[in-house]
């Protein structure tokens, strides 16, 4: 059984950085892609970015290029996301997925229904 669980939200004050963990069990991740989304009470999930799990490919979506990172540590079985300057718009929850998604693959990875496994996510909440 996979389990994925997310940690290392918290209040934050804007401007300030935080880097979430989601711990990955359950079998081989070696083919699996793993992505953090975020989402706000009444709005859709939003995909963040995606690390190929063998490699280390990253994919990033556009609005959080420059502020945030993707990692994953093999040995640990954790992908990490770093939040850089935080903004107040950036309180939501933190949710990480994964799926197997073969090498082959040329679509988006911004699409929740993409994964199998997803986390119980991890509140970020950003103060002024």
């Known amino acids: 059984q996979v389990q994925l669980v997310e940690s290392g939200g918290g209040l934050v004050q804007a401007g300030d950085s935080l880097r979430l963990s989601c711990a990955a069990s359950?079998?081989?991740?070696?083919?699996?892609?793993m992505a953090w989304f975020r989402q706000v009470p009444g709005k859709e999930r939003e995909f963040l970015g995606a690390?190929?799990?063998?490699?280390?490919?990253?994919y990033l979506t556009d609005s959080v290029r420059g502020q945030v990172t993707i990692a994953r540590d093999n040995a640990e079985n954790t992908m990490y996301l770093e939040l850089n300057t935080l903004k107040l718009e950036n309180t939501a929850t933190y949710y990480c997925t994964g799926g197997p998604i073969p090498a082959t693959y040329t679509g988006t990875y911004r699409v929740p229904s993409l994964y199998l496994y997803w986390g119980q996510g991890t509140q970020v909440t950003v103060s002024s």
């Open positions: 690390i190929r799990w063998s490699g280390g490919k990253t």
């Open positions: 359950g079998r081989s991740f070696s083919n699996y892609v």
